[in-house]
C-alpha cells in the first residue's frame, strides 16, 4: 500500500505519516527500488495504534519512546507493557473526569427550565442558589 492509500484508510494526510516516521513514531517504513513507501499489515497496524492514541491524548513522545523500543530488540516487552500501562492509567483518570463533566451537563440539560423558573419567581437567588460543587458529595 503506497502513502496516499495508507493516509486515506485512516483519515490522515501524508504529511502526518512521513512526520510520524520522521519523529519515531511508527518505525521506519520499507521503500520500494524507487524510494517509495511501502506499507505492510505491521506498518497500518503501528499508524492504527499511533492515531488512536494520540487521539485519547497520549503524548507524541509516550508513542516515541514506546516506538523506539520496539526497533531495540532484546527484552523490551516489559518496557514496552508499562508505557501502554501508564498511558491506561492516564486514560481511566481523564475518563472520570469526562464523566463527571458529562454528568454535570446533563444534570444542568436536566434541570434547566425548573432552575430558570425558580430564578423568575424569586424563589432562587444569588445568595441560595444551588452549590453544584457539593452535588456528588
Excluded: C
Aim: charge should be negative.
Amino acid at each position: 500500500m503506497n502513502s496516499k492509500e495508507a493516509a486515506e484508510m485512516f483519515g490522515l494526510t501524508t504529511d502526518t505519516l512521513r512526520y510520524y516516521e520522521r519523529v519515531g513514531v511508527i518505525p521506519p517504513v520499507e521503500r520500494d527500488k524507487n524510494g517509495y513507501r511501502i506499507y505492510t499489515n505491521r506498518d497500518l497496524n503501528w499508524i492504527f495504534l499511533a492515531k488512536s492514541l494520540r487521539q485519547a491524548g497520549v503524548s507524541i513522545e509516550s508513542l516515541i519512546e514506546f516506538a523506539t523500543l520496539s526497533q531495540l530488540g532484546g527484552d523490551v516487552q516489559q518496557a514496552q507493557k508499562q508505557i501502554l500501562k501508564d498511558q491506561l492509567q492516564e486514560i481511566d483518570v481523564k475518563l472520570k473526569q469526562m464523566t463527571e463533566t458529562r454528568d454535570l451537563l446533563q444534570y444542568k440539560i436536566d434541570t434547566y427550565d425548573d432552575h430558570i423558573a425558580q430564578f423568575k419567581s424569586g424563589e432562587v437567588t444569588a445568595d441560595n442558589v444551588e452549590k453544584l460543587w457539593k452535588r456528588n458529595q
